[in-house]
């Protein structure tokens, strides 16, 4: 079994619409846990934290389930430019030399 | 501020000849990390550092060195190329590598397309 394992996709979704990410992560050791937005043929850039309590920045909601080794993201009212792979992240140990990335779900926004 | 910088940004390489890829950041960053990204796997982790003069290996390190010989540069030498190490490779830094406060949040260099014929 992978250690982050995400929603294969792709999603293809209109403008508008709610799209909701699952991720999968099978160290229950595991402390620190980030969703990172990749453009087509660019780096990696954080999105945001993801945090026990679950947390919210505008239009995404990050949900973590530590019971079930889940996290997810929800993103409401898509724009075109939310079009992109979203990686789920997870660092085991609190140490960032051991980030481990899931293979990301694209999302394509259509008008 | 240049955050991350990676050259070359592209590099095509004949079987068994060597490189270096450069990582510079100028965030004083402690923790530095090399990552090749190839479909369908995710990004996987080759080498890292948590500071000057300081390396250990990630996932995936044969065929690739590093060194860290001062706080802002981090390069990643491939010794002799194989067409399996044809990837993307990234170039990340953090503040440091450990901490729920937002300090291992990771900063990514443009990334470097290799490709080995």
């Known amino acids: 079994r992978k250690e982050v394992e995400q929603d294969p996709g792709p999603f293809n979704v209109p403008e508008g619409a709610t799209v909701a990410f699952n991720c999968t992560y099978s160290n229950s050791a595991s402390q620190s846990f980030f969703w990172y937005r990749q453009d087509c043929r660019k780096e990696p850039k954080l999105l945001m934290s993801?945090?026990?309590s679950g947390n919210e920045d505008g239009r995404f909601t990050a949900q973590l389930n530590r019971a079930s080794q889940y996290i997810s993201l929800l993103i409401r009212d898509s724009k075109l430019s939310d079009s992109a792979t979203y990686l789920c992240v997870v660092n085991p140990f609190n140490y960032g030399q051991n980030f481990v990335f899931g293979p990301g779900t694209r999302l394509s926004v259509l008008p | 501020n240049a955050g991350v910088t990676q050259t070359p940004k592209f590099q095509v390489l004949k079987t068994g000849q060597s490189m270096t890829l450069q990582c510079a950041q100028d965030?004083?960053?402690?923790?530095m990390s090399w990552y090749r990204q190839d479909p369908g796997m995710g990004l996987r982790l080759i080498h890292y550092?948590?500071?000057?003069?300081?390396?250990d290996q990630g996932e995936v390190p044969n065929g690739y060195n590093v060194s860290r010989s001062t706080t802002e540069d981090f390069p990643l030498r491939l010794l002799s190329a194989a067409p399996s190490q044809t990837s993307v490779y990234f170039c990340a830094s953090s503040l440091s590598g450990q901490g729920l406060s937002g300090a291992n949040v990771l900063t990514f260099g443009a990334g470097s397309r290799l490709t080995v014929l």
């Open positions: 550092s948590v500071g000057a003069g300081i390396t």
């Open positions: 965030m004083n960053h402690e923790y």
């Open positions: 993801v945090y026990s």
